[in-house]
Each structure stands twice: as C-alpha cells, then as structure tokens.
C-alpha cells in the first residue's frame, strides 16, 4: 500500500546530488525496501531492488558516480535482464523507492549509465545476462547544492517541463488534449508531466481514445548507453499516472494493444490504460 501523498510528494520530489556524508538508519532502509517489495507493477517483471553502502564491502570499495554525486553513503540499484519490460518495471519500481523516499525528507538523483563494471559491479548481485542500467544515491540533502548539481540543472533544464498539450493527444498526434477533454484525468496527466526523465527529455506521450490511454515513447536517445534508457522514463511516467488514478479512485487495468505505428517512425507503443 502506498502510505504517502502523492500529489505532495511527486510536486516536492526532485534530484539532489549533494550529501551529508551521513547513513541511513537501518530502519528507514527497511521502509524503503519493503514499500517497493509490496508493490506490484504492470510490466510482468519482478525487480529486487539492492542498497549497497559506500563503507561496506571488503576493501571499502569507492563507488564510482564519474564525480556528480558529492557525499552520499548510500545507493540503491538492481540487476535487470536487457529487456523492454525490465526497463519499464525498474523505472516503475525504483520511483516508487524515491518517492517514498521524498515523502521521508531524503535525496535521490537517477543516474543512468551501465554500471556493469567497476565497483558497483562488485557491489551488487547480479546474474551473468543482467544489467545495472541505473543506481541511486540515497540520503540527507546537504543544505547548499554543489556547483555541478546547479550546472546541471540548468543544462538540463531540470525545473522546466514540456506543456501539457505537447505530449498528451486526443485520437491521433496531430490533435492536442485540452486539460477540458481530459477531464477527471487531468490530474494523472498532471503527474506524468511532472516526472523526472533522463537529461529531463520528457519522452512520454499519450493519446487518448475513448476510454483507453496508449502511452508512447518518443524516442531521441537511440542505442548510445547498451540498454533504452527511455524505456526507464517510461515506466516512471506509468508510475506516476497509476499512483494519481488510485489517489482518485480511478478504477481501470492496464492492457497491451496490437499497434503498429509505422506513420510516426520514433514513436514507440509502450502500454494503454483501459477506465471501466
Ligand atoms: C532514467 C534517468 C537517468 C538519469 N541520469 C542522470 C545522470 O546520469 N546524471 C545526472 O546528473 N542526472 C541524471 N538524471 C536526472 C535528470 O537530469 C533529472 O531528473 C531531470 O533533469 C529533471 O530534474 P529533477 O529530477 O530535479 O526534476 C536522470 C534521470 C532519469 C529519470
């Protein structure tokens, strides 16, 4: 069950890369691995998610972040198969993870990358097909960000989202969704646009027909990183829309459609939500 709120959460939610070098409590540890352990998602994928502590492990291992992350002690990360459902199911789960995490007064900051070598490597359990597409630093904000956190923000734009009516569409993509056609589902929309994505790219779409969502990536990223890291914003923005539906009380289920869009070549069909 989720036990925060989650308009609040997702609004007050955003990336910290500065750290007091100070660990978690075992206890908050538990809360957080428990809450995304009970939590099921719609990708027909299980993800364990691992925390690994900068100071454990035999030689005190460094935890390579390439110099972005100031002062953490703690990370969270998992092993995923390469595959598109994995993605989407770790983004699904690993926010869960930060938003609970927010909800608690601690920083997180996705880092995408392949951590399969290195230290992280080590540090983690991993099956020989698995990947770790992403970890997380998590822990008490420092009370001044650093000077790479603000150059990044600003680089990335990180405080700006994309208007509504660019990424959500009525029928088709020629036809934006005006906040009055979406009605009771403004609010779930509202919750998808504020979600954080890679170099803050926003790559979600969705059109609405009927009483079904389709859910698109449009994709921009290409293959450079090994894995689609555009799958991982994607389940993100699934997360965000599905917490906002059971906020509301919105009753629906997920289900997979047979599309083949071959009009828009770098759109991607990813999932729909059918209202009952
Ligand atoms: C899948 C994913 C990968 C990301 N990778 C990085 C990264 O490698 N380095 C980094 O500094 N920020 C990374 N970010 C953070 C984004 O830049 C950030 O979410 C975006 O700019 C929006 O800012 P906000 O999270 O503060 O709302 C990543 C975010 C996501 C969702």
């Known amino acids: ?28 540890k538990t809360q957080l691995l428990d809450i995304t352990a009970r939590t099921e998602n719609p990708f027909n994928t ?8 900068k100071t454990a492990g035999p030689e005190n291992e460094k935890l390579g972040t390439y110099g972005v992350i100031k002062g953490a002690v703690d990370y969270v990360t998992a092993a995923v198969p390469n595959s598109q459902e994995a993605l989407l199911a770790l983004g699904y789960i690993l926010e869960i993870f930060v938003l609970k995490a927010a909800h608690l007064g601690l920083g997180t900051c996705w ?12 540090a983690v359990h991993r099956e020989e097909n698995e990947i770790i597409p992403i970890v997380s630093p998590v822990g008490h904000p420092a009370e001044k960000q650093g000077i790479s956190d603000r150059l990044i923000r600003t680089f990335a734009k990180s405080a700006k ?4 009516e660019s990424m959500f569409f009525h029928k088709d993509f020629s036809t934006p969704l005006t906040k ?3 009605g009771l589902y403004e ?26 969502w389709d859910f698109y990536k449009k994709r921009s990223y290409g293959d450079k990183m090994g894995y689609d890291i555009e799958d991982v914003d994607l389940g993100i923005a699934v997360c965000h829309f599905h917490l906002a539906l059971q906020d ?8 997979k459609k047979e599309i083949v869009n071959k009009r828009e070549a770098d759109l991607h069909y990813i999932i729909t939500w059918e209202s009952v």
Not at 46 to 53: A, D, P, S
Request: proline fraction near 6%; charged fraction near 30%; hydrophobic fraction near 35%.
């Open 1 to 28: 069950m989720i036990d925060f709120p989650i308009e609040e959460t997702i609004r007050k939610r955003s990336s910290i890369r500065t750290y007091q070098s100070k660990a978690l409590k075992n206890e908050i």
């Open 46 to 53: 299980k993800i364990k998610l691992q925390m690994i502590c």
């Open 111 to 122: 880092l995408g990358g392949t951590f399969n070598r290195g230290s992280f490597a080590k």
């Open 161 to 164: 989202r994309n208007p509504f």
């Open 180 to 182: 009055e056609e979406a």
């Open 187 to 212: 609010f779930p929309l509202e919750m998808v646009r504020l979600a954080p994505s890679a170099s803050n790219k926003q790559p979600w779409r969705i059109v609405k027909n009927g009483r079904q």
């Open 248 to 255: 509301k009380g919105l009753q629906g289920r997920f289900i």
